[in-house]
């Protein structure tokens, strides 16, 4: 496939829901499971539009709530940072954040999960990608930080829909090597009065559900998705360890990030799975037949932090000039080692388990050091967004993740941009930043 | 000596009353925010001790494990405590009040775990929840009695329902006197100025509550002078721990009558019933009390800020916005149009920092002036 990158272009690279082309216009490798991913993404999306003119509910809700249970009585759902990473990547947020601060807002809030708000603040389907978001009748979010509350009811009101805020509890134990017991586990990894609450939370969403659009919640079906889904993520499992295994790295990391996410917000589907195991066969196939990421492999890196979805070309530019490849973020790992749950009896409990501790389990020091170490990493680049007080990828608590890196032998980059505000970015700039971490720190120490 | 005179020096010196206390023998209990049931740590016995930040201290230590992005005050608190500053600290209790806040308590815990040699109060995490919902009050009701169990280890003993009660009615007492300290703010004209009222206000979180009570009633029987007659403010936004914000406004020939963050006029809302039983009591007031600017929804801010601003006669509203402290910035767009509507204009100081410089103090008088002259006089005044 040969096709010229263009600003707005919904098929331009570095979006997880599209094809990769490279800033340079260059066509780049693609995997055949990623492509129809995006195919597949832009299809639903069209469908389920012309559902929704039927009057059918439909809820957007931020990634680390438990959209399995939409599934299981068949309502359609986006996930407000897949549709931030499809604004961001159409190159639109400048055009969204500036309008959210002419109206009053200050320009350091946070972007990642506001960016939908921005978006529907400005009432134009023709501006917005793929000719904008049907009107939700319900926004779901866990209340993971300060603002999400404030972002979601300002979000309901603009849609005038309905807010089903979700608590987040904090966690009392740091979870020490959660993910070598969490699938079988769970139920003694994290505590049970957060599981409790949330499953709690659970039943009364599906209440609301049953009661507001005459649906009803079927056990069964969420017995087929929770196995499906681990189904879905034995093969991201196995995908991971053997990207982590082969060197030089068969798959780029956006390759490896569109492979994974766009399935993942399908996980629970035959056609989540069907994806899964392509992309696993495909990887497979390009292990056995040599193929590379990157030909002249001579340094391998990590991507701490939220895709930098307006420009996810980016890494392209450091496999060309020095061999360094990006050969993990936390998508595909997370996926491979934080969503499986065995769940015989009590698959509600099991979901829950799966989403409690999602942000915790996705920043975790020594898991993301684990990632590190299995992947053969000499260096890692951690995004840091300053409006975002998430652990690492915003502005708390990467600096933990730094120190147990460095005392590994693994020297980090804090790179401080937003990974959906454009604005904020400049590529000459961050590019020469992570040139002098790659020649200083990275490849000079592995000469030595 | 003078009681606003002694409530002053405590707000100045914050340690006094605990090293005191401490001193004598008592063990004190540190908590951040005003989250944290203070009663529960009085009627265990201990004396209860609201930490702060100081703008004037540095944040060397603290900085190698935070970035400067970070509610300020509270990277401040914690390099007081990395720094020994409050090294009389034999406990402390941090909420899940904020994300800063709660980012303090894994911070604290993960250099504890690094650095055994470093000497940190032993910490319990009180995960207090924010929407109003029956089912996070039960879960609040849960944080509570697994509080009260702390507590009763801290202490080796029993915490009664007859202490609790006479902690709530001590409690209860302090705030219904600093509501009528509200009452001489919000006179017209003010009987005291913001400046006065914010140490009257702070030094009850750092000072044994019966002995604060004790110098509320000899302050209030005083006769009071009249401040004049200058404009009253309103100040909404991040919570202010210090004076800078308050004698700058001041001094610009403004009073400040009312605020609605928790080191000021908030802090005492919503006292606990003392009809119910008092640990149910308790749960119920931390649970449904009045709404702090992070984690809660706009439209209660917007109501409970309007309430205020409206019931203190204001003239005006000034929100002062911290640096690294957004969450409140997401309720000022809806806050400015609705306290407009009732006729109250507003200015705004964004992301400012936690130690004014000189230039700083400079701008924003420039600002606050020019502003407190297109404020028009009252109808009937």
Known sequence: MTQSP???????????????????????????????????????????????????????????????????????????QWWSA?????????????????????????????????CAMDHNPERAPWGGLPSPTLVLARLTCDALTKVFERLAREYKATFFPLEHTAPTSS????????????????????????????????RFLEVTTGKTFSHARLMDIMELINQQEEYYKKTRDLIAATVPCPVSLTDQIAGTMNAQWHRGTPWGLQNARMFYEEVKERVEKGDVACKNEKARLMWIGPGLWHNTAFYRHFEETYGAVFVCSIYLSLAADGYARDFSGNPLRAL???????????????????????????????????????????????????????????????????VVDAREWNDAEVTAEVSRFIEEKVLARAEA | MDPLETMKRHYQRRDLAARAWKERGGKVVGYVGDEVPEEMIRAAGFFPFRISGDPWDGTE???????????????????????????????????????????????????????????????????????????????????????????????????????????????????NLLMKVSDLREADPSLLSGVDALQVIGSSMVMPKEEHNTLLRQFLSEGKRVLGDPPMLFVEGSSIDNLQFYELVESCGATIVAESHDWGNRSFDDPV?????????????????????????????????????????????????????????????????????????????????????????????????????????????
């Open chain 1, 6 to 80: 263009k600003q707005g272009d919904p098929n331009r690279p570095g979006n997880p829901a599209e094809s990769g082309v490279s800033r340079e216009g260059r066509t780049t490798k693609q995997l055949k499971s990623a492509v129809e991913a995006a195919a597949f993404q832009k299809e639903w999306f069209k469908n389920t539009r012309q559902r929704l003119s039927d009057g059918e509910p439909f809820v957007l809700a931020n990634a680390d709530t438990p959209h399995e249970i939409f599934l299981a009585m068949d309502i359609p759902v986006v996930m407000t």
């Open chain 1, 86 to 118: 499809i604004i961001s990547a159409k190159r639109l947020s400048p055009v969204y954040f500036d309008l959210m601060n002419e109206r009053g807002y200050q320009r350091g809030l946070c972007r990642y999960c506001a960016l939908p708000l921005a």
């Open chain 1, 175 to 206: 979870y020490p090597r959660w993910w070598e017991g969490i699938k079988e586990h769970w139920d003694d990894i994290i505590e049970p009065h957060r599981l409790d609450l949330m499953v709690e939370e659970l039943k009364a969403l599906i």
């Open chain 1, 352 to 418: 829950a388990s799966r989403h409690v501790s999602i942000t915790e389990f996705m920043y975790h020091r020594d898991w993301l050091l684990k990632e590190a170490k299995l992947h053969g990493v000499r260096g890692a680049v951690i995004i840091v967004s300053k409006s975002c007080v998430r652990p690492v990828g915003g502005a708390v608590g990467w600096k933990f993740v730094q120190m147990a890196f460095e005392a590994a032998g693994i020297p980090v980059l804090p790179i401080y941009s937003d």
């Open chain 2, 61 to 175: 230590e603290a900085d190698r494990y935070t970035e400067p992005f970070y509610d300020p005050s509270v990277r401040s608190m914690l390099n007081m405590l990395l720094t020994g500053r409050y090294d009389f600290l034999d406990f402390l209790v941090v909420p899940h009040s904020s994300d800063a806040v709660l980012r303090l308590y894994y911070h604290l815990r993960d250099i504890q775990q690094m650095d055994s040699a470093l000497k940190l109060p032993d910490l319990h995490l009180f995960d207090i929840l924010h929407t109003r919902f029956w089912m996070t009050g039960l879960y609040i009701r849960d944080r509570v009695r697994e509080f009260k169990k702390k507590l009763e280890a801290w202490s080796g003993k029993e915490l009664s329902k007859e202490a609790l009660s006479q902690a709530i009615a001590v409690g209860n007492e302090n705030k």
């Open chain 2, 273 to 381: 019933d003392p009809t119910l039983d008092p640990l149910e009591a308790i749960a119920e007031r931390y649970h449904l009390r009045s709404p702090s600017p992070r984690m809660h929804s706009i439209g209660r801010r917007v109501a409970y800020t309007v309430e205020r601003a409206v019931r203190a006669k204001s003239r005006g509203a000034i929100f002062f916005f911290l640096e690294w402290d957004s969450a409140p910035a997401w309720d000022y767009p809806d806050q400015k149009k609705a306290l407009e509507e009732k006729g109250i204009p507003t200015l705004c100081f964004e992301t400012q920092k936690y130690l004014l410089s000189d230039a700083d103090k400079t701008q924003m008088k420039t600002k606050i002036k020019q502003w407190l002259e297109t404020i028009s006089r009252p109808c009937g005044k």
